[in-house]
Nanobody, 127 residues
Framework: QVQLVESGGGLVQAGGSLRVSCTASERTFNPYGMAWFRQAPGNEREFVAAIRWTVSRTYYADSVKGRFTISRDNAKNTVFLQMNSLKPEDTATYYC????????????????????WGQGTQVTVSS
């Protein structure tokens, strides 16, 4: 059973930056893709960004494109989300997720694509 552990959340002022990380517990971790989702109170969970594990391919929600960057360190089984120019509407609990099996089509925005989820890390952006 893979465990994903997020870290790096916190409180930041609007316009500031924050980096969150997600590390997988398994030594031999080889997912097909990893993603970040977020959920604010009263809202549905929404896709933020995704990254393929073995090829250079990233995907972003329109709301974060140009401000957020997803990256990975395969040797450390870790995926990062660098968040710049943060806005109060970015306030949410951020979850990482792992899709383990390869597939012909990768519906990276869909939560159902992912097999494992972290417990979440809170990001709060004050105005």
């Amino acid at each position: 059973q893979v465990q994903l552990v997020e870290s790096g959340g916190g409180l930041v002022q609007a316009g500031g930056s924050l980096r969150v990380s997600c590390t997988a517990s398994e030594r031999t971790f080889n997912p097909y893709g990893m993603a970040w989702f977020r959920q604010a109170p009263g809202n549905e969970r929404e896709f933020v960004a995704a990254i393929r594990w073995t090829v250079s391919r990233t995907y972003y929600a329109d709301s974060v494109k140009g401000r957020f960057t997803i990256s990975r360190d395969n040797a450390k089984n870790t995926v990062f989300l660098q968040m710049n120019s943060l806005k109060p509407e970015d306030t949410a609990t951020y979850y990482c997720a792992a899709k383990m099996a390869a597939s012909v089509l990768y519906y990276y925005t869909r939560g159902a694509e992912y097999n494992y989820w972290g417990q979440g890390t809170q990001v709060t952006v004050s105005s």
